[in-house]
């Protein structure tokens, strides 16, 4: 069966600081994966999503994350926050035949960006 | 552009009542969900959709109900039986799952916020 983790709930980075945002997926089949993003009171905003080919896939507001099979990993990164970048992260996975929709999601990871 | 409406933004419900939150797509997505968002539990799955005229239950279906009677239109009702309505919603819709795999995510609305005063 397929499921997400995200690591840590809460993330709190300064501003200009690297941000990595950690997710781990467990699938028996190539897992398709997705990055979204949350910003207060409104909905989930498609950030990034690996299919197949390149394992290093680059997003929207400078995010990149990178496919690791072996670690079973899709780890969001940024070089540099933003305060704009403060927000709720959710990982998710494709899955195949499955009796509730297309993806599961992760629990979300708030991000938090000091001055 | 096509998208996801959902409406109202902000709704308040009194003790006892129901009420409909309403979410409309152009899309033309076969699928569609209702997902119930409180904070530090990640989203939860109340119902959805794969077509016209059918809907199965998600997580946490009771106390709510759905239609879809269109394929543009998936409203979901909170009724009395809910006895902890308060929470943020969310509509989502994408093409259908099938039987063969897609590489499409889900579109989502910008939310309702219900609270019970």
């Known amino acids: 069966a397929q499921s997400v983790t995200q690591l840590g709930s809460h993330v709190s980075v300064s501003e200009g600081a690297l941000v990595l945002l950690r997710c781990n997926y467990s699938s028996s089949v190539p897992p398709y994966l997705f990055w979204y993003v949350q910003y207060p009171n409104q909905g989930l905003q498609l950030l990034l999503k690996?299919?197949?080919?390149?394992?290093l896939v680059k997003g929207i507001n400078g995010f990149e994350a990178e496919f690791k099979k072996s670690e079973t990993s899709f780890h969001l990164t940024k070089p540099s926050a933003h305060m704009s970048d403060a927000a709720e992260y959710f990982c998710a996975v494709r899955i195949y035949g499955g009796s509730q929709g297309n993806l599961i999601f992760g629990k979300g990871t708030k991000l938090s960006v000091k001055p | 552009d096509g998208g996801i409406t959902q409406s109202p933004k902000y709704l308040f419900r009194k003790e006892g009542q129901n009420v409909t939150l309403s979410c409309e797509q152009n899309?033309?997505?076969?699928?569609m969900y209702w997902y119930r968002q409180d904070p530090g539990q990640g989203l939860r799955l109340i119902y959805y959709?794969?077509?016209?005229?059918?809907?199965q239950k998600g997580d946490i279906a009771e106390g709510y109900s759905v239609s879809r009677e269109k394929k543009e239109s998936f409203p979901l009702t909170v009724t009395s039986a809910q006895k902890n309505p308060t929470a943020f919603y969310l509509c989502a819709s994408s093409p259908s799952p099938g039987t063969v795999p897609r590489i499409d995510g889900y579109t989502f609305g910008s939310g309702t916020r219900l609270t019970v005063v």
């Open positions: 899309l033309n997505h076969d699928a």
């Open positions: 690996y299919t197949t080919g390149a394992t």
């Open positions: 959709s794969q077509i016209v005229n059918d809907f």
